[in-house]
């Protein structure tokens, strides 16, 4: 509301990202030991925190101000793209449908897609409804309680497995190869996954390398209990070590090295991938929760060698261990500039 009143009639409406949320709640929770992440898949928009979210900000768009104006919610993001075999091109966008059908439901004006195919296959939910928008839709007021504050956090029982780690950790791994070839989205799935049609790729972009890294972060130094299998952890889970992190990195980062060019450029593997594995691994070990995924990406942007990687990675979390301090300047650029 505090961003409506600074931007006037600016401002059209706010969008639920989803990532930058989990991400929001993942990083403010760090210090409670008790605060640790479901597999990311089961952090929908229906999933506790996310639905208290979601709720607040629609809330807070249609409340009024001063002068009667109202905001728009925009509703979440569509990732899918419409590209693979039929059967599963058919299942993602039925629930892209009932994804966008829900949100119009709920008040939602619209959503944005992270690509063009996709106009067509959620624009005409809004279509159907034949209403300009939903500008001024009453809900409750908004309350400000402690159970408000503690819905914007609530954790509710949801898979923590073996399969999950695997998922945050390929996809962490290539859109980090990805940014450090220029890409900043870029159409990723899990490793497991290449070569299957029926498994649509996503449009992967900044957050998606914050939430999976922050989320494995959580698993490590929160002694997360994980299962083999996607069920509920009753306690007969094994803890989430760092030996077990390490065999699981060094497994998926095998599977990108031999992956085909389509999937894993072959001009990274012995380039960008390589210094993408050694930043995950420092993120995800390095026991103060670092800020950024993207500041360790950005210091190596444009560096291809490994062993300069390893001096910039290590001079970063020093830096931030010791006074708190990021570091992120980019020195090719810097060089690049004094020598113009």
Do not use: C
Not at 112 to 130: D, L, N
Not at 168 to 187: D, E, T
Not at 232 to 247: C, P, Q, R, S, W
């Amino acid at each position: 509301m505090e961003i409506r009143a600074a931007l006037g009639q600016h401002f059209v409406g706010f969008n639920t990202g989803r990532w930058d949320y989990i991400n929001s709640v993942s990083d403010a929770m760090a210090w409670d030991g008790d605060f640790i992440n479901p597999n990311i898949d089961a952090i929908t928009m229906t999933y506790s925190y996310m639905r208290s979210y979601e709720d607040r900000v629609r809330r807070a768009v249609n409340t009024p101000d001063a002068n009667g104006r109202y905001a728009l919610w925009q509703g979440g993001m569509e990732p899918n793209i419409p590209v693979g075999s039929k059967a599963g091109v058919s299942q993602s966008m039925k629930k892209a449908v009932a994804g966008a059908e829900r949100e119009q439901q709920a008040g939602a004006s619209g959503k944005w897609v992270a690509h063009w195919k996709m106009v067509h296959i959620v624009r005409p939910v809004w279509e159907k409804v034949g209403q300009d928008n939903q500008l001024g839709h009453t809900y409750p007021p908004l309350t400000y309680t402690q159970a408000d504050a503690d819905a914007l956090t609530m954790l509710e029982p949801a898979p923590r497995t073996i399969r999950g780690a695997r998922d945050l950790l390929s996809v962490a791994l290539q859109y980090g190869n990805a940014f450090g070839q220029g890409f900043q989205a870029a159409a990723l799935k899990p490793a497991d996954f290449f070569g299957d049609e029926d498994v649509l790729y996503l449009m992967e972009d900044m957050a998606t390398g914050e939430i999976r890294l922050s989320i494995l972060w959580e698993w490590l130094h929160k002694h997360a209990s994980v299962m083999d299998e996607d069920q509920i952890d009753a306690g007969t889970g094994k803890t989430f070590t760092v030996e077990l992190f390490e065999n699981l990195l060094h497994q998926e980062y095998e599977k990108l090295l031999q992956a085909s060019n389509t999937d894993v450029h072959d001009d990274s593997k012995a380039t960008t991938l390589p210094i993408a594995r050694e930043i995950v691994h420092t993120y995800v070990t390095t026991k103060i929760k670092l800020p950024w995924y993207i500041d360790l990406l950005n210091i190596n942007l444009n560096n291809n060698d490994l062993a300069e990687a390893k001096q910039r990675i290590l001079q970063f979390t020093d830096t931030f261990n010791q006074n708190g301090t990021r570091i992120t300047a980019n020195v090719d650029f810097d060089l690049a500039a004094s020598s113009q």
